[in-house]
Each structure stands twice: as structure tokens, then as C-alpha cells.
């Protein structure tokens, strides 16, 4: 079993029950189980362009998988097609969308899959959650994740609880 970090994010639609139900279809995969989620985090739209886009809900998940990394990216975006993402523009709004951040202490360059994400180290919305599941870790060919979180700060990312969601 390896240990893989997924990146989870939306804002199309009702992105909450769109990224709960994006978790619970990576769980009930028999090769993967689901070992700790973040909190929610509301971030502002990246986008190429001046286009207007809702704010988006974060997490990070860490799951235990049997799959491979390539394996693992073509079930997470089966996933985000069952739950009605379409790939329009880069950056563009989207339903749900699934990054594999880390995939064990494994650097992977291939035509489908750079792992680490290769822009995780420059976006607050993807360490801060996953220095909350995992203040310890280090990422590869990066380094200390606590170092990088005090780094990034907090700017234009919010962490939300229960009653704000």
C-alpha cells in the first residue's frame, strides 16, 4: 500500500456535495481507502485571464492505495467525469477537481502525471489543508511543508467550519 495525497477542489454547482461524494467514490474503490480528509478551505479563482469565477472549496485527502499512479489518475478522473466535470479551458470553473499531490516519496515524470503537483509548493490552498493532516511531511525535491506554509501565509484563503459551510 502506498500513501497518496489528493488535492480536491470546485466551484461549480453544489461543490460540498460534489466533493463528499468525490471522496466517498475514491473509498469505495477496493484498491484505495481514504485515511484523513482536512477541513474546507474557501480560496479565490486562479485564473489565465480576467474571467470572473466563484470562489472555490478546497481540502486534501491522504489515502492508502493498491493502485499505481497512473492507475490512481485515470480512477480520480473517472470520478470527476461521473461527477459532471468538463474539461473546457485550462483553469476554467469546474465541478470537482482531483490532483494527485503526492504519491508516496515517488517523483514522477511522465506524459500523463507530474508528481509532486508541480505548482502545489506556490498555492496556500493545497498546503495549508495538507499540513493540517500531515505537519511532518516533506515533499520531494521541495522540502519541509511547514517551511512552505509559513511561506505562502494565508492570504486570499479562508478555513471553514461546520456552521460556515
Same mark, same amino acid.
Given at each position: 500500500?502506498?500513501?497518496?495525497?489528493?488535492?480536491?477542489?470546485?466551484?461549480?454547482?453544489?461543490?460540498?456535495?460534489?466533493?463528499?461524494?468525490?471522496?466517498?467514490?475514491?473509498?469505495?474503490?477496493?484498491?484505495?481507502?481514504?485515511?484523513?480528509?482536512?477541513?474546507?478551505?474557501?480560496?479565490?479563482?486562479?485564473?489565465?485571464?480576467d474571467e470572473e469565477q466563484a470562489d472555490y472549496l478546497n481540502a486534501v485527502c491522504? &489515502?492508502?492505495?493498491?493502485?499505481?499512479?497512473?492507475?490512481?489518475?485515470?480512477?480520480?478522473?473517472? &470520478?470527476?467525469?461521473?461527477?459532471?466535470?468538463?474539461?473546457?479551458?485550462?483553469?476554467?470553473?469546474?465541478?470537482?477537481?482531483?490532483?494527485?499531490?503526492?504519491?508516496?516519496?515517488?517523483?514522477?515524470?511522465?506524459?500523463?502525471?507530474?508528481?509532486?503537483?508541480?505548482q502545489m509548493q506556490h498555492r496556500n490552498f493545497v498546503i495549508l489543508p495538507l499540513?493540517? &493532516?500531515?505537519?511532518?511531511?516533506?515533499?520531494?525535491?521541495?522540502?519541509?511543508?511547514?517551511?512552505?506554509?509559513?511561506?505562502?501565509?494565508?492570504?486570499?484563503?479562508?478555513?471553514?467550519?461546520?456552521?460556515?459551510?
Open positions: 500500500m502506498i500513501a497518496a495525497y489528493i488535492g480536491l477542489g470546485g466551484n461549480q454547482g453544489d461543490t460540498q456535495s460534489n466533493l463528499r461524494m468525490a471522496l466517498k467514490l475514491i473509498d469505495d474503490n477496493q484498491k484505495c481507502k481514504v485515511i484523513k480528509c482536512s477541513s474546507w478551505y474557501c480560496s479565490k479563482a486562479l485564473t489565465l485571464d491522504e &489515502i492508502s492505495t493498491e493502485l499505481d499512479a497512473e492507475a490512481l489518475l485515470d480512477l480520480l478522473q473517472s &470520478i470527476e467525469h461521473e461527477l459532471g466535470r468538463v474539461r473546457e479551458k485550462r483553469w476554467g470553473a469546474r465541478t470537482v477537481d482531483l490532483d494527485i499531490l503526492l504519491y508516496g516519496n515517488t517523483d514522477i515524470n511522465s506524459e500523463r502525471l507530474t508528481v509532486p503537483h508541480p499540513l493540517e &493532516i500531515n505537519s511532518e511531511l516533506e515533499i520531494p525535491s521541495i522540502g519541509s511543508l511547514k517551511v512552505l506554509a509559513k511561506a505562502l501565509g494565508w492570504e486570499g484563503l479562508q478555513r471553514l467550519n461546520e456552521e460556515t459551510l
